[in-house]
């Protein structure tokens, strides 16, 4: 433990003053000895407070949320309740863990006021308004779904009677749930509003068997399911950082076939038995959710019980921190099905490989086998299926999935962008290097400056690019995943790119470095820091074993387009302080490249060749009939003299460009909006994998970074597009505000459909989820259109207002959803407006 030279502040606000050698040495004996208990109990806390007596403690239990998935956290904050005594109207603040039980809570009250726990009754009284009787019982807080900083209410009565606020005395009448002839879920009940089908009544884990009096939120949940007068316009309270939720559930209680499937009778298709599943609790509380949305009238609900339903099976919500709406609606979507999945036995099926069939019996097959583990209301109208196909870089093994979706996120391709200055350098010493001077998307990724790299250098098909930074005269690093940030690359850094053909990638690489001789052959031999220069060149060689003599033909084949002749007769013309001063001839040049390999001289070199180490520090000379002892790099040292530099042109290896140049004036691109389509295009662009996401080639029997490219097969009626505006990379997280271009009306996606089967795709746009602000806090809002008004209304938590359709597109769109137009149904004309009805 390093002792701390300057005063600090103790928790009671004492300053400490800085140490004396003796108090340090008492110090350190203490956590050896006295205090070695709390040190292995990790109670570093203890240790520090026995020595400076500092104080008051504030103690915190680590506790486990969620049911079947368990988070475990420090409690900072305990729940903070209001206690109103309905004696006075006096308000007293009482704090405990969420997971103590109510019987503590009631122990706590009775201490506190000095009476006896048979006198006392305590009520929800959440927005200061009885919801719920609080049995003294082992039931945990949490489970109670009592918020933070909300009223608890505190009654006392006498044995026979009650007392009401102002004093009277009441008689104490058992308060029951409203009697109705239909349960949550729509089926018949008993007297006592209970279901009759005993499936409904106790879920394993559930509180639904509770002493708990349910009349929350003023709402008969056993009532009618008939969508009242102007229903679907009641907003959601925010209980705390929960417009994410508020913001996902409008857009999910407004969407056309979950609204009429939820206020008819889905009680047969609860699934208790699913262990993806939540029991039919989620489907139950969300169920119970939509009614009272969908009820006549525009009182703003509090999804109170929802939340504890979500906090029991999603811990990751639970709390009171901003979440992200789009992850919060795919654990419903996904929750919801697994509720609701008509499938109570999963059969085994095994996968398949496409092996040449066509795409039409794989796609067909494929979706039999999901449809037979998987049945919902939500896989018949939200999923749909895409065409998957991997190519093995290697082997060229072609692989092809039909996968399910619910959703498809979009990359947003960034029209701010940067100029980057990259020298590419022939791994087959065909050609002389060349810098290029490309356009990249700002906060694009390194698979945008290969794509601009390799239409600037007419990369053939075949080929491919490894990219590097150089950094005193050596490699740094490899730029080798494809979705590393090209932020980053800083403007004073030096890129290179190397080009190779595909097939020699992954076998030996000879990474060549350059040194001047400054001493004798022997003094290389002692080791220690060369004086280097240059750029390193980088080649691969299929030879196993290696030889000095196949090192000796690599590097000569290599360096052959730096000699004096070859070098003079290919110049760059107008090659001035590292840019190409004529891009048009250069990149013409360029583009004339074939794989020239067998036309590369083999003379000998008059180079002498050391074999050296990573950090370059340890150096073997090169004899030509040695065998090479090497890992999967190769690394030589060519030392270079007065005479080699007569016979070989070494400034092309040398005054690499910067990234960009400062003062180099770059054109700006003017800030526009892009289209849904080019999202769209970008999602569908085959791309390489990454490192951490390689695919196994049943061919090679490897691990192969392969190339992946997406279609889309068929699309589900309800279609829902996430817009990927939040980036998060190691150096940073950025949220992208670009405007997106979205279609309200006739959204036709047939082109990018590549299964013809009939099928309408165009679509109609009906809800949104926005984000409005930056990353770790902002506000979430959503729109959302009355289908049978033809009208949109803004839900911002409470607040429900109309608003014009004009008006709904903005920077802040976040998930889109669209609902298929049918065939036969008249498509809405572009420019009609569903905000011309008059304000209710």
Known sequence: MTIPDSGFMMDNGASCLPCTPE???????????QSEMHLKEGNLYYVISNRYKGGPAIPRKLISQGVYVKNYCVEVYLLCLKLIDSRDESETTIRLSKKASIRELYEKVCTLKGIQQEKVHLWDYFNKRKNLLLAASQHCLEDSNLQMDQHILLEVDSPLFGTDSTGN????????????????????????????????????????????????????????????????L???????????????????????????????????????????????ELALAFGELLRKLWSSGRTAIAPRVFKGKLARFAPQFSGYNQHDSQELLAFLLDGLHEDLNRVKQKPY??????????DEEVADECWKNHKARNDSLIVDVCQGQYKSTLVCPVCDKISITFDPFMYLSLPLPSMVTRSMTVTVFYGDGSHLPMPYTVTVPKHGLCKDLILALGTACCLNSDETLLLAEIYDHRIYRYLENPVEPLNSIKDDEHIVAYRFHRKVVGKVKVEIYHGWQEKSASDYLKGGDKKLFGTPLVTYTSENPLSGADIDTTVSRILSPLTRTYSSANAHRGKENGFVSDPIDEQLNSCSFVNSEENTSSQELSFQLFLTDEKLLNYKQIEKDSLIKHGQVCRVLVEWTDKENELYDGSYLKDLPEVHKAGFTVKKTRQEAISLFSCLEAFLMEEPLGPDDMWYCPSCKKHRQANKKLDLWMLPDILVFHLKRFTYSRYLKNKIDTFVNFPIHNLDLSKYVK???????????????????????????????????????????????????????????????????KRGEPKMQVGETSGSHSDS
């Open 755 to 821: 299964n013809k089967d009939g099928q309408s795709y165009v679509y109609e746009l009906y809800a949104i989820s926005n984000h409005y602000g930056g990353l770790g806090g902002g506000h979430y809002t959503a729109y959302a259109k009355l289908i049978d008004e033809n009208r949109w209304y803004h839900f911002d938590d409470s607040h429900v207002s109309p608003i014009n359709e004009t008006e709904i597109k903005t920077s802040a769109a976040y998930v889109l959803f669209y609902q298929r137009v």
């Open 234 to 280: 009641a907003g959601l309270q925010n209980l705390g950082n929960t417009c994410f939720m508020n913001s996902a559930l409008q857009c999910l209680v407004h969407t056309p076939p979950i609204v009429e499937y939820f206020l008819q009778d889905y009680s047969d298709e609860i699934n208790t038995d699913n262990p993806l599943g939540m029991h039919g």
């Open 349 to 358: 099926i095994e996968t398949k490989d496409s092996d040449g069939r066509p």
């Open 23 to 33: 108090e340090e040495k008492q110090i350190v004996k203490d956590l050896t000895t």
């Open 169 to 232: 005395e009441l008689a104490l009448v058992p308060l029951e749930p409203a009697r109705s002839s239909l349960s949550i879920a729509g089926g018949p009940s008993m007297s006592n509003g209970h279901s009759t089908s005993s499936k409904f009544n106790v879920y394993r884990g559930s509180t639904a068997g509770s002493t708990f009096i349910d009349v929350d939120e003023g709402y008969n949940a056993y009532g009618s399911t008939r969508k009242g007068d102007r229903g679907g």
